[in-house]
């Protein structure tokens, strides 16, 4: 019988990666950048992406903005607890997608929790826009990890079917 494949260092790896990314790009925007002084005007790369400051004090998409010091640690202790939760199910995952798609979402998560913590906001600066309109709020490379990540785990849970599971339900 094989030996089965170990994953495990994959999602702490991947989670290490996307924190170091994530905060190299907001010092870059924050310092070299001077993003802030430009707030109202920002960077244009492309045509339909520039970058922007912003400093959010909620969560996603502005829910349960922290206006207060209260607020803000409430959410630091959430979102550790949500890492938390993260990190145990990324330790007991098999599936080596879901252990580096896990390792995404704990990435992002700890670099927004870094920002929160740190600054009192998360530093978002990435505009995604087609002339006016706007798909996205401004977000952040730890966003997009988040974002990546969570539709990576729900495209292979709903998508790919166990095909053991599949037999079982047509005997």
């Known amino acids: 019988m094989p030996t089965p494949i170990n994953h495990r260092p994959l999602g702490p790896t991947v989670a290490i990666v996307t924190l170091a990314l994530d905060q190299l790009i907001k010092y870059a925007v924050t310092y070299p950048l001077a993003l802030k002084s430009r707030a109202e005007t920002g960077i244009e790369i492309l045509p339909i992406f520039r970058l922007r400051w912003l400093e959010n004090r909620g969560v996603s998409m502005g829910f349960f903005h922290a206006d207060t010091d209260l607020m803000r640690w409430a959410l630091v202790g959430m979102t550790i607890l949500i890492a938390g939760f993260v990190g145990v199910w990324m330790w007991r995952e098999k599936a080596r997608q879901d252990v580096a798609a896990l390792g995404l979402v704990l990435g992002g998560a700890i670099g927004n929790i870094v920002d929160r913590m740190r600054l009192g906001y998360v530093i978002d600066y990435a505009d995604l826009h087609f002339g006016e309109w706007r798909p996205f709020l401004i977000f952040n490379l730890a ?29």
Do not use: M, Q
Not at 150 to 171: M, S
């Open 143 to 171: 966003d997009a990890a988040i974002t990546i990540g969570v539709l990576i785990l729900l495209a292979r849970a709903l998508l790919l079917r166990d095909k053991g599971a599949n037999t079982e339900t047509l005997k």
